[in-house]
């Protein structure tokens, strides 16, 4: 190694772990709370942007995204573990029965929407069936249906009752989301000709949701007697390594297999199950900024098809969202306005950058054209999504104030 | 217990054998695989600790023996090619646990035992690497490749052997000391004599292999002297950085403490390599600098850390049992047995001499020894030098040197486990009370 090139590492490392103790800094999260704004607008931007600095400045080659493989499939299942323990039962059922298509449709029209519109874009600039049309419209879909909810403290203020509503169906988008990632990964297989297992689709599909349902079985039988914390964590640990390594060996989506293998642990009765949850949350923040750095090294921001995908896929998703909110409105006259409504679903949630981070997996380090463009496409409808967020709630703002003047 | 933790073994074991036919023998998927061998190391090193608190054995141990056991030489669920690719916990875990070991040494608690330690280091190391000396010295004229050497390259042959294998295990002790939550005399004697000896260690085996450079001027290209310099410093250099850091990360943040250390060690061991640097160091410096020059202190960090530990101690002995080549142990296992007793006597006598010439009693000066008899890291990487620097007879000496590392990697541990439990230091065993009924014994240097 060169003296320029350590030099280069030296201070790449620092600016890394500095913009770390920064995004964990209580004031940011306090911001993050106070404005409503998700992680990606505040603590995960630096992380886009140096991930991009640190593949122009020579630090993040791909011989060290390469070394650093083991660590991404490590954090892919803990994240989808963790996405997979909001799949509780008990708590859906306590749900009334007639919001179970309003959450479809919030859930189900912006994906809709989106692939439309995305799928017409990407025939457009050259992207054909056959060349990964479907494959990159469906990686499109799953972003647009993940929503993080907005500041609902302020936006749903007069119908306080909506809030679990709004919660709920955000959950229930992430597993929308994680169903199309698990799609992908069954439709897209790799090279028959290097494994020794030759299923048919049907197969991979079975074996996915029993691969998960299993390592759901093993984690709970490995942790539900478990009373020492720090055992508790190394065996979470194990869990997942083996979860996602299972998956991960099996070119099965590693995300989807864990959070099914969390859905079923988070659903057998277990003493201490909020301390996992907690210690499966407590981690989750900083492997969604390793993800950022990794997605953002592969970030071409000066292709211009990235950002016509970006405008269309912020527009089809937003508007995907204000049709299911218009609609779910009109079928329940319980749920808030319309626009607050939408507005409360419409933030980009966190999860877009676990299929992102997938589709960057599966296509090797640099990435193939169309997956940059979609990355370009969700940082930039996250931004643009956000600025509309955060106008609105300025306005909802005001008019709060002047309600508690009245 | 037992019962169960076997139970869960030969369920991850089926599970994981048959995810490895997905691809033929001897391929593996890389990143997957690596993933797949350390959820596997570490739910099976787990339920080995278990079982090995049930035999009272160290949970070191426990963990090694998995890794021989399932590692490439034998059942093979963890593949050669599987290895590599975990040497990136390997890194970390050097640095945390040499973190570990400076946060527990207060060098204000130690003063009035720092003679004491100081002359047991050196007295041990010097006696035990004298009679290691003699004995390869000996093996140089049976040997076929070093029978022709000259008298110079024969005597330089047997410094570096018995350099490699005066180098004690910071690493096992800190591992032992922390599954025991032993506190007392013993522990912070032994813990501040294995850690001062490494620091020796590193430091000699530059001026022995830079030797060793000369007389075989042909065979490889070491670091030698003017490596040495930027590589030590260097190192204390990059470790009060990161103790810096983590000074004013936990003084104005603060959460999250144990993730952060790691993240922290895991980027200094990763640029360590880069720049040629030696993790040990920078943990050892980023501890001590904490415990003793920070009103933080190194307790309340390393209890913060103490949840990383566990798997990372768990991952790192595992992979050391992995990488022993038990094919060649079996081929040299007599000398190396030989040669493990003869070091055991070095170490022994240069205790005792210590111990009369710094007033110690006699019973602490045997389990202090106890304290010195296990190797693994330092050791080891040392061991891999050779391999790399001196390849005409590096790998046949290397051969029967990683043999007596062996051996003092499954006994060492075991020995001062019991050390610790019979001084009455051990917190957490269940057996940790005596069975004469006699309290935990006074120290012996106050």
Same mark, same amino acid.
């Not at chain 1, 492997?287 to 970030?299: K, M």
């Not at chain 2, 032994?190 to 020796?200: E, F, K, P, R, T």
């Not at chain 2, 019973?363 to 001196?390: C, E, H, N, S």
């Given at each position: ?51 991009? &600095? ?126 199309? &990632? ?14 020794? @297992? ?108 990235? @950002? ?21 409105? @009109? ?6 306005? @319309? ?5 409360? &679903? ?61 | ?446």
């Amino acid at each position: 190694m060169t003296a320029p090139d350590v030099a280069r590492l030296v201070v790449a490392l620092a600016v890394a772990v500095a913009l770390a103790v920064l995004g964990a800094h209580p004031r940011v999260l306090r911001w993050e709370r106070r404005f409503g704004l998700t992680v990606l607008a505040t603590s995960g931007f630096p992380f886009l942007i140096l991930g991009l &600095l640190f593949r122009e400045l020579g630090v993040l080659t791909p011989g060290v995204l390469a070394d650093l493989r083991p660590l991404f499939e490590f954090g892919l299942g803990w994240v989808g573990l963790t996405i997979g323990t909001n799949l509780d039962l008990r708590r859906f059922d306590r749900l009334p029965p007639a919001l179970g298509p309003v959450i479809a449709l919030a859930s189900l029209l912006p994906i809709l929407f989106a692939a439309v519109a995305c799928g017409l874009t990407l025939a457009w600039v050259g992207v054909l069936p056959g060349k990964g049309l479907i494959r990159d419209a469906l990686i499109l879909m799953a972003c647009a249906a993940v929503s993080a909810p907005a500041n609902l403290e302020l936006l749903l203020r007069r119908w306080k009752s909506s809030t679990r509503l709004v919660l709920e169906v955000t959950r229930i988008d992430q597993l929308a989301a994680l169903a199309i &990632l698990g799609f992908v990964a069954i439709m897209f297989r790799p090279d028959r000709t290097v494994t020794l @297992w030759h299923l048919p689709r049907s197969g991979w599909f079975l074996m996915t949701l029993g691969l998960g349902a299993l390592l759901g079985i093993v984690i709970y039988f490995l942790v539900r007697n478990v009373r020492d914390p720090k055992e508790e964590l190394a065996l979470l640990m194990g869990g997942v390594a083996l979860a996602s390594g299972m998956a991960g060996y099996l070119a099965l989506a590693v995300a989807v297999v864990c959070a099914l293998a969390g859905a079923v642990l988070i659903n057998f009765p277990m003493r201490g199950r909020e301390r996992i949850v907690g210690t499966l949350r407590e981690f989750e923040r900083p492997l969604y900024f390793l993800f950022l750095f990794v997605v953002g090294a592969a970030w071409r921001p000066d292709e211009w098809q990235g @950002w016509l995908l970006g405008a269309v896929f912020a527009v089809s998703r937003a508007y995907g969202k204000i049709v299911a909110a218009r609609l779910s409105t @009109w079928m329940e006259p319980a749920l808030p306005e @319309w626009k607050p409504f939408a507005v409360a &679903l419409l933030p980009e949630s966190t999860i877009a950058i676990v299929v992102l981070f997938s589709a960057t997996a599966l296509d090797g380090a640099g990435g193939s054209a169309q997956v940059r463009w979609a990355i370009n496409a969700v940082i930039v409808g996250s931004v643009l999504t956000e600025i509309a967020v955060q106008a609105f709630q300025r306005r909802e703002r005001r008019l709060a104030g002047e309600e508690t003047a009245a | 217990m037992i019962t169960r933790a076997l139970l869960t073994i030969a369920a991850v074991v089926a599970l994981t054998y048959a995810t490895r036919s997905f691809v033929p023998r001897g391929a593996t998927i890389t990143g997957s695989g690596a993933a797949l061998a350390f959820g596997f190391l570490l739910i099976v090193a787990v339920q080995a600790a278990h079982i090995c608190d049930r035999l009272r054995m160290p949970r070191l141990t426990g963990y090694i023996l998995v890794g021989m056991l399932f590692g490439p030489e034998l059942l093979r669920i963890v593949s050669a090619k599987m290895l590599p690719d975990l040497a990136l916990v390997k890194g970390t875990a050097v640095a945390l646990i040499a973190f570990l070991a400076g946060c527990e040494l207060n060098l204000r608690r130690l003063r009035p035992r720092l003679r004491a330690i100081g002359t047991t280091a050196l007295l041990t190391m010097f006696a035990a690497a004298v009679l290691l000396f003699v004995l390869f010295f000996g093996l140089t004229y049976v040997i076929p490749i070093t029978a022709q050497f000259t008298l110079l390259q024969r005597v330089v042959v047997a410094l570096i052997a018995a350099n490699i294998l005066a180098a004690y295990s910071p690493a096992v002790v800190v591992g032992i000391l922390s599954e025991t939550k032993a506190r007392g005399p013993l522990s912070e004697t032994a813990l501040s004599i294995v850690v001062l000896a490494d620091l020796v260690i590193v430091v000699t085996y530059a001026l022995s292999s830079t030797l060793g450079h000369v007389v075989f001027p042909a065979e490889g290209s070491g670091g030698g002297l003017l490596l040495l310099l930027p590589h030590i410093f260097g190192s204390i250099v990059a470790g009060m950085v990161a103790g810096s850091v983590l000074a004013l990360y936990v003084w104005r943040i603060s959460a999250r403490s144990g993730i952060f250390i790691f993240a922290l060690l895991f980027i200094a061991a990763e640029a360590g390599t880069a720049l040629h640097l030696n993790p040990l160091l920078i943990g050892l410096t980023a501890g001590l600098l904490l415990e003793n020059l920070t009103p933080i202190g190194g307790e309340q960090l390393a209890h913060a850390a103490e949840g990383v530990a566990l798997p990372t101690f768990a991952i790192f002995f595992a992979v050391v049992g992995a990488e022993v080549q038990l094919q060649a142990f079996l081929h040299t296992a007599p000398l190396a047995i030989g040669a493990a007793v003869v070091r055991a006597a070095g170490i022994y006598a240069g205790a005792r001499l210590a111990g009369r010439i710094v007033g110690l009693d006699r019973l602490f000066t045997t389990r202090v020894t106890l304290g010195l008899l296990p190797q693994a890291g330092v050791a080891i990487a040392l061991v891999a030098l050779l391999l790399a620097d001196f390849p005409p007879w590096g790998p046949i000496v290397g051969t029967i040197v990683l043999g007596t590392i062996i051996v003092n990697q499954l006994i060492g541990p075991v020995l001062f486990r019991n050390a610790i439990v019979q001084a009455g230091e051990a917190a957490v065993v269940e057996s940790a009370s005596l069975p004469d009924g006699r309290i935990a014994d006074e120290d012996p240097m106050a």
